[in-house]
């Protein structure tokens, strides 16, 4: 299922409560991103900082997830001027030396610029940042955004797959009267061939063993087109896929599984079809159920 959430974390984060334990000097910024996939398949876009919290953020989103191809993004950004400070003398004099140093055994290296200096100094005076206690409930305020959004869009497709239920069930009740009528059809049909061919006959195959013989007939082509099993099952899957869809819950596999065995009942009835209108109704159930299959592959 598809799906999308962000957090902020840090003295400029927008909306968000700012933690005494996190580190004030930068922000942090996660985005959870979410489409469609038969299996959960998590990749994670880290910072070097943050990448020893890759157990922990997989821990989390796998107790939450079951399917999906599912992005973890973070950044550290620094804020906008509030934390910029005049780097001190001492500082300063400290990285020219260390300069001064380098270049009198590389005499071709470059000089040290202003952002160079400025960003050494920041290093120098914040020293490493520790993210183990922010990053945790930053995860968890992005997670409960991105499975609310996953929850809208299950009630969208629950609605499809509601709309394609009532209409596979409306071909089943279409498909149910013609079979009766196409075998009375055809044992008429058998009936008026065997009398056809009895009176081109001399008289030595009995009236009573011919007209058993068309019954018999008729009884095994009956047999061959009987789709009153398939009807049977057809109904008991849709049963089956509403009851899933109103219980909720982790219920994506169980669909396919049962997809399956629709499509496998529509393909039986096209088969089993002697008629172009029971054909038809054959042809449009496989379009209804590839439609389901496509957005069940979605649900989770």
Request: overall charge negative; hydrophobic content about 45%; charged content about 25%.
């Amino acid at each position: 299922m598809t799906g999308y959430a962000s957090a902020q974390h840090g003295a400029s984060a927008t909306g968000a409560e700012t933690d005494a334990r996190a580190p004030q000097a930068r922000r942090l910024g996660l985005e959870i991103r979410s489409v469609n996939s038969r299996f959960l398949d998590l990749s994670f876009r880290l910072p070097d900082e943050l990448r020893a919290l890759e157990p922990v953020l997989r821990s989390m989103l796998t107790a939450q997830l079951k399917r999906g191809k599912v992005e973890v993004r973070a950044a550290l950004e620094n804020d906008d001027g509030n934390s910029l400070q005049d780097p001190a003398p001492r500082l300063l004099q400290r990285i020219n030396s260390l300069q001064d140093a380098v270049k009198a055994w590389l005499p071709q290296a470059a000089p040290l610029t202003v952002a160079d200096a400025l960003r050494l100094c920041a290093n120098a005076s914040s020293g490493p940042e520790d993210w183990s206690e922010a990053v945790p409930p930053l995860a968890e305020q992005a997670l409960a955004q991105l499975l609310a959004a996953r929850a809208r869009e299950g009630e969208r497709l629950a609605a499809m797959l509601h709309d394609r239920l009532g209409q596979l069930r409306t071909l089943a009740q279409q498909a149910g009267p013609m079979v009766p009528l196409l075998v009375e059809q055809q044992r008429q049909r058998f009936m008026e061939r065997w009398k056809e061919a009895m009176a081109l006959t001399d008289g030595s195959t009995l009236p009573e063993a011919a007209r058993d013989r068309a019954l018999t007939e008729a009884t095994a082509f009956a047999i061959r087109i009987d789709v009153a099993e398939e009807i049977t099952r057809l109904n008991s899957h849709l049963d089956e896929i509403e009851r899933l869809l109103q219980k909720g819950g982790e219920v994506g596999k169980r669909l396919d599984f049962l997809i399956q065995e629709l499509h496998r009942e529509a393909n039986t009835l096209g088969s089993k079809s002697a008629a172009l209108d029971l054909t038809r109704i054959s042809v449009d159930m496989k379009v209804l159920i590839e439609q389901m299959r496509e957005q069940v592959q979605n649900i989770e």
